[in-house]
């Protein structure tokens, strides 16, 4: 069973930094797309950015230049390093797994990001 475990949400002014990271099994593996997603009240959860089985990376048109996913495959971890935040990048953001043999989708328990004006 994976579990996901994130950190590094929090308060930040606009033009700041925040790094978000999110760890767990089977984040190492190149079986495994991982990705981060973000929702906000009455919207539906949606894709952020995320490194495929063929590491590809893929980015919303909206943080495209501003964040960036990476892993470490030797802490089984993976990061969001978001730059130049603006307001409307305030939501909850969990971290995903897709597995490619099972099918079967992983979530982290989800953590906050608000950023002021």
């Known amino acids: 069973q994976v579990q996901l475990v994130e950190s590094g949400g929090g308060l930040v002014q606009a033009g700041g930094s925040l790094r978000l990271s999110c760890a767990g099994s089977?984040?190492?593996?190149?079986?495994?797309?991982i990705a981060w997603y973000r929702q906000t009240p009455g919207n539906e959860r949606e894709l952020v950015a995320r490194?495929?089985?063929?590491?590809?990376?893929n980015y919303a048109d909206s943080v495209k230049g501003r964040f960036t996913i990476s892993r470490d495959i030797a802490k089984n971890t993976m990061y969001l390093q978001m730059n130049s935040l603006k307001p409307e990048d305030t939501a909850v953001y969990y971290c995903?797994?897709?597995?490619?043999?099972?099918?079967?989708?992983?979530w982290g328990q989800g953590t906050q990001v608000t950023v002021s004006s």
């Open positions: 089977g984040i190492a593996s190149s079986f495994n797309t």
């Open positions: 995903n797994l897709q597995s490619s043999i099972t099918g079967r989708n992983y």
């Open positions: 490194i495929t089985t063929t590491t590809t990376t």
